[in-house]
């Protein structure tokens, strides 16, 4: 069911529209940040399901949370980046399907914070639910 969310909630973020563009830099392929401007990374943390039933062909309660870091460099103001977190949590409203799974809240955006010291990242968190 992981695979399935992953593939969705990426799927969702490409046909996210903004401009100027802003590159994906999708999980698992090595890609380098551009050296100015803004970019996007994408991860998907799943928590264990519920499944409290005895039956093995019940459903499943799928749980978790979507998070994309928006990042920036040193030197090119918050704003910029602040701007496209928040255009991202509009993007994945509350209730937005990605596969079988619902955004399930508001998504949160995360205080700013440093990585390696040439590059930047807002945090944004989007928490599912669905039953599989």
């Given at each position: 069911?992981?695979t399935?969310?992953?593939?969705?909630?990426l799927?969702?973020?490409?046909?996210?529209?903004?401009?100027?563009?802003?590159?994906?830099?999708?999980?698992?392929?090595?890609?380098v940040?551009?050296?100015?401007?803004?970019?996007?990374e994408?991860?998907?943390?799943?928590?264990?399901?519920?499944?409290?039933?005895?039956d093995?062909?019940?459903?499943?309660?799928?749980?978790?949370?979507?998070q994309?870091?928006?990042?920036?460099?040193p030197?090119?103001?918050?704003?910029?980046?602040?701007?496209?977190?928040?255009?991202?949590?509009?993007?994945f409203?509350?209730?937005?399907?990605?596969?079988?799974?619902?955004?399930?809240?508001r998504?949160?955006?995360?205080?700013?914070?440093?990585?390696?010291?040439?590059?930047?990242?807002?945090?944004?968190?989007?928490?599912y639910i669905?039953?599989?």
């Open positions: 069911m992981s399935e969310i992953l593939q969705a909630a799927e969702r973020l490409l046909a996210f529209d903004y401009t100027p563009p802003v590159p994906v830099l999708w999980p698992g392929l090595n890609q940040p551009p050296q100015t401007g803004l970019w996007i994408a991860s998907l943390f799943p928590n264990e399901p519920q499944d409290d039933t005895w093995a062909t019940q459903c499943a309660l799928d749980r978790g949370f979507f994309l870091l928006v990042g920036y460099r030197g090119a103001g918050e704003k910029p980046a602040s701007e496209l977190a928040d255009a991202l949590i509009a993007w409203a509350k209730g937005t399907a990605f596969g079988d799974v619902r955004v399930l809240k998504g949160t955006r995360g205080p700013s914070f440093v990585d390696d010291g040439n590059k930047l990242f807002i945090p944004v968190t989007l928490h669905g039953l599989s």
